[in-house]
């Protein structure tokens, strides 16, 4: 799509679908001590890894007139939080958040206002760069203080979005939980992926060549 100059604006799990229904059942060892809820000890896996990107609705070519806000909001890169305009790389924040949420099981971003979105980042991915926050917009310059640092917890709407931002894991230990193999790997594709300065984030065709695909490409017996 890039290559065309067009920028989907809406990725997330909801838009990307598997080719084919068809799978197998293999052997889930996490249920070897205790079993599913149906007593089953296996779990479902697709014969065939090939998907389909859909919803092109808010698809937007590079040369046409962007939008304040894109993206589902679990998504949303912080260049568009803040006001500083967007091209490709929103694409790829929203591919890192997907990568994360394939691998954990849930949404790495789950909240629905902008400061605690913003402190939700910093807790996995350390401080936004002050480059950033000073030229927030005036939308968005409220939510720091002198200095560009966030106005977080201060500003926090209630406990409960505290205690939100507060569980989050940083990144690397987020993944290490889930992954056995090739954390390593992983963790330095999501650190480009999810990089805020969208100027220094993986592109496209990079994120394809990183070791992490092509390591385990290998491992399972496909030519590179």
Not at 58 to 66: A, G, I, L, M
Request: proline share 6%; net charge positive.
């Amino acid at each position: 799509m890039h290559d065309l100059r067009l920028i989907h604006t809406d990725l997330k799990p909801e838009n990307i679908l598997l080719v084919s229904s068809e799978y197998v059942k293999v052997p889930d060892y996490k249920f070897l001590l205790r079993p599913a809820k149906d007593g089953s000890y296996f779990k479902n896996v697709p014969k065939s890894s090939a998907i389909k990107l859909i919803d092109f609705g808010s698809t937007t070519f590079e040369h046409q007139d962007h939008t304040y806000v894109v993206s589902t909001r679990h998504y949303r890169a912080p260049e568009v939080i803040l006001g500083l305009g967007w091209n490709y790389p929103c694409d790829m924040w929203s591919v890192g958040c997907i990568l994360v949420e394939l691998c954990s099981g849930e949404a790495l971003f789950q909240t629905h206002e902008n400061l605690e979105h913003l402190a939700m980042m910093e807790k996995v991915l350390g401080p936004l760069p002050q480059h950033m926050a000073v030229r927030a917009d005036r939308r968005a310059e409220k939510y720091f203080r002198r200095g560009a640092r966030l106005d977080w917890p201060e500003r926090a709407t209630s406990s409960e979005s505290m205690r939100a931002v507060w569980k989050l894991p940083r990144l690397p230990n987020l993944i290490m939980q889930h992954v056995d193999h090739s954390a390593g790997d992983l963790i330095d594709l999501l650190q480009g992926l999810l990089c805020y300065d969208p100027t220094k984030r993986l592109k496209a065709r990079e994120a394809l060549r990183h070791p992490f695909f092509s390591r385990n490409l290998r491992r399972c017996g496909y030519p590179m």
